[in-house]
T-cell receptor, first 109, second 111 residues
Framework: GIQVEQSPPDLILQEGANSTLRCNFS?????LQWFHQNPWGQLINLFY???GTKQNGRLSATTVATERYSLLYISSSQTTDSGVYFC???????????FGTGTRLTIIP | KAGVTQTPRYLIKTRGQQVTLSCSPI?????VSWYQQTPGQGLQFLFE???????NKGNFPGRFSGRQFSNSRSEMNVSTLELGDSALYLC??????????FGPGTRLTVL
């Protein structure tokens, strides 16, 4: 099946800093999603981004499907950005999402 | 629109018992997927239902089963619970093969 790898596994930043999270995937995908898991465990949708670039406030994401990677950018980090960020992708023709192992982001005031 | 809802939110069972978890998708969504999240294995796909039919299945033993009703609500059942079944169980819904929206999860503890 498809392999999804995320880096770095942990990231600790001062409030106000910018961060870049990376997601590599091993096979062609027809969609890719980024999620933020809150402290209560719920996965919050950030982006559905099979290719190209999208922006939502301080967050933006870019997927380069031909090179099999996606990047999530967080600018001017706030403490509420802390949590675990996952990327997930299905293999083409399959609804099943394969998740990466996540990046744990900690923003220090 | 209301989001994906899951009941119960927390559950404590003992080994050997069985458990049923429920998921109500976003109105109009016909696909429901289930995932298990544990510290050791991360997020793993259990199964997916679309229009009452199981469309995909992950690599879990037969003790894990599910079903979907005509109103798209889904249930998953775990029989003969083991300690290793302690996990956060997440349900997600989508229209067909697009963005999946997750519920708050059911945290199952097996003693």
């Amino acid at each position: 099946g498809i392999q999804v790898e995320q880096s770095p596994p942990d990231l600790i930043l001062q409030e106000g800093a910018n961060s870049t999270l990376r997601c590599n995937f091993s096979d062609s995908v027809n969609n890719l999603q980024w999620f933020h898991q809150n402290p209560w465990g719920q996965l919050i949708n950030l982006f559905y981004i099979p290719s190209g670039t999208k922006q939502n406030g301080r967050l933006s994401a870019t997927t380069v499907a031909t090179e099999r990677y996606s990047l999530l950018y967080i600018s001017s980090s706030q403490t509420t950005d802390s949590g675990v960020y996952f990327c997930a992708a299905p293999k083409k023709g399959n609804e099943k999402l394969t998740f990466g192992t996540g990046t744990r982001l900690t923003i220090i005031p | 629109k209301a989001g994906v809802t899951q009941t119960p939110r927390y559950l404590i069972k003992t080994r050997g018992q069985q458990v049923t978890l429920s998921c109500s998708p976003i109105s109009g969504h016909r696909s429901v997927s289930w995932y298990q999240q544990t510290p050791g294995q991360g997020l793993q796909f259990l199964f997916e239902y679309f229009s009452e039919t199981q469309r995909n299945k992950g690599n879990f033993p037969g003790r894990f089963s599910g079903r979907q009703f005509s109103n798209s609500r889904s249930e998953m059942n775990v029989s003969t619970l083991e300690l290793g079944d302690s996990a956060l169980y997440l349900c997600a819904s989508s229209l067909q093969t697009d963005t999946q929206y997750f519920g708050p999860g059911t945290r199952l503890t097996v003693l």
